[in-house]
Each structure stands twice: as C-alpha cells, then as structure tokens.
C-alpha cells in the first residue's frame, strides 16, 4: 500500500493532534498506551486514550479503496515508520506521560495486532530491522574470537 504525501501529512497532523492533550505543563498523565485504530471499510483512523477516550480521528481515503487482505499489515508498517521518524524529531520528547508507555495497533474489538512504538528511556524493541545481518556479525565475531 503506498500513501500519497497528503495523507502521510493527515496521518502525522492526527497523531500530533491527539498527543496535544499531553504537552501542557501540568502534572506528569499514567497513560500505558495509545491505541491507533484503522478502518479498511471506512478509511477512519481512530486514536484513543487508556479510557477509550478518543483523542483524534482522520479519514485516509486510499485506506477505503485497498483490495488486499494484508490491510494491517500495510498500516502497521506505515504507521510504524512515522512514529520513529516523528520520535526522531523529537514530537514526543516534552509529552507529560510517564514513561514507559506505547503506540499500539488495535482491530475493531480493540485487540492489539502490534506494539508500534514503545516510547522508554531504559527499553529497545527488537524487530527484523534490527536483527538484520546478527548472525552474520555473531559468526564473524566467534571465528575472530577463536583465531586469536
């Protein structure tokens, strides 16, 4: 699924609009996550609190025209690429949430399909990216380590 650069900005303008309620100054929220809610029927995106409380919605039309039946993973994985860009530029370093708290991808029921974002000081997510290449760099690493 490719999204046309509008409806990456709509995306990003939600996120930001629903983590607006967590930037002013008052005493620090206990929020364990934020559920990002995407509609394949409907295009909506919901953003809802701990409460269910909804902090944003949007409509990605090109979410409402997809035939394909990997629909989540397609969004899960957008939407995981603009939440660490987002969190590479900083939007969620004056959040008055306590950490650690998510960004998780919820289904219509509410249950989680994946932990998108987990916004820790002390914690990272090992995902495919990341592992990419270990076993590679561990044999590597053993052979040296056994020459010497």
């Known amino acids: 699924m490719k999204l046309s650069q509008s409806s990456l900005s709509l995306l990003?303008?939600?996120?930001?609009?629903?983590?607006?309620?967590?930037?002013c100054g008052c005493e620090q929220t206990i929020v364990t996550d934020i559920h990002l809610q995407p509609n394949q029927n409907s295009g909506e995106?919901?953003?809802?609190d701990d409460e269910d409380e909804e902090l944003a919605n949007a409509t990605i039309d090109e979410w409402m025209t997809y035939?394909?039946?990997d629909f989540f993973e397609n969004v899960e994985r957008v939407?995981?690429?603009?939440?660490?860009?987002m969190k590479h530029?900083?939007?969620?370093?004056?959040?008055i949430i306590l950490k650690p708290f998510s960004f998780v991808l919820v289904d219509d029921d509410k249950?989680?399909?994946a932990e998108l974002l987990l916004m820790d000081d002390d914690t990272l997510l090992v995902n495919d990216e990341l592992l990419k290449g270990?076993?590679?760099?561990?044999?590597?690493f053993l052979k040296d380590l056994?020459?010497?």
């Open 67 to 69: 035939e394909g039946d």
């Open 111 to 113: 249950e989680t399909i």
């Open 45 to 48: 995106l919901s953003i809802f």
């Open 146 to 148: 056994l020459e010497k």
């Open 134 to 140: 270990l076993d590679e760099e561990l044999d590597s």
């Open 12 to 23: 990003e303008g939600t996120i930001k609009k629903a983590i607006s309620k967590y930037t």
């Open 79 to 85: 939407l995981s690429t603009l939440l660490c860009n």
């Open 89 to 95: 530029e900083g939007y969620f370093d004056k959040l």
